[in-house]
């Protein structure tokens, strides 16, 4: 390399004596400017990425502690009893048929723990329409998904959004519990998972969180969403929005995103 030469120069360099219309446009671009951009922008992606990875390893310890001490029930991953975690269900299921009255519609249960999702569904009338696949962070939950499986195994997964395109994404808890006190960092955490969850979401995105009329991470490091700002940035990036609360559960929102 030549000394005193960057890198991206003696690499550019080629590009621009290449033809004559690319010598041409370098009188109209920067072309360090524009290799300055997309260092820059790589790097905020691969810091993003990094975060997200740590977020994610922390949240897997969290669970699997849990996971450990109380197995599977709902206290096993923080709910305080099967009513409410049954409860939140049945609001989400019942957008998603509302939305979809006729046909069978698949949807990817995105954070489905130990599968409570599909007792859920097994015990509920109207519910054989429902195509259901779950996905986890958790290899451990996962396991004890497949393991206690009352539909075919594969159809619980490792990951974070669904592997294939599905009528409906639908998260209940997932995003919770956080793991920093830092509410930007968090929301930015899980509107970047939401995104991530849209591009497979054929119809909609069903999903709950406990409402405040301001963010914050409590001290029990639960996060309570201004469900407000969330709604706009869901009908801002992905699709109308609607903001269902009941009164059996007061500190909840149920976020219904339409395409
Ligand atoms: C409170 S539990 C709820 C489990 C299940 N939805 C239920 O209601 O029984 C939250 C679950 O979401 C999972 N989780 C957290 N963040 C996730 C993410 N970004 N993608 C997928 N799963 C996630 C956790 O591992 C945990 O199993």
Redesign the pocket.
Known sequence: MVPGLLRHQVILQPLRSATANQAHLTEFINFDTVANCLFRWSVCHMLKALKSLHF?RL??GV?TQRFKKFGRQ?SG???TSKER?FS??AIIIQQVASAAPQGTISIA?????????VDYLQESAGCARFRYSG????PQ?IRSCRANATIPAQQFQM???PAELVDFTV???????AVTKDIDDWERY?LD?LERCWRYSRRGMVFNLLAADQSYISNGMLYHSDVNKIRRYCRAKFGATRVIRKSGLPSDATLVVMR
């Open positions: 994610r949240i897997r669970y709902p991953i923080y709910w975690q939140r269900f249960d995105i954070g489905c723990g130990y599968g409570a999702m996905y986890d962070i958790n939950l990951g974070d959004c998260m209940s808890g997932t995003y919770n519990m899980f998972c």
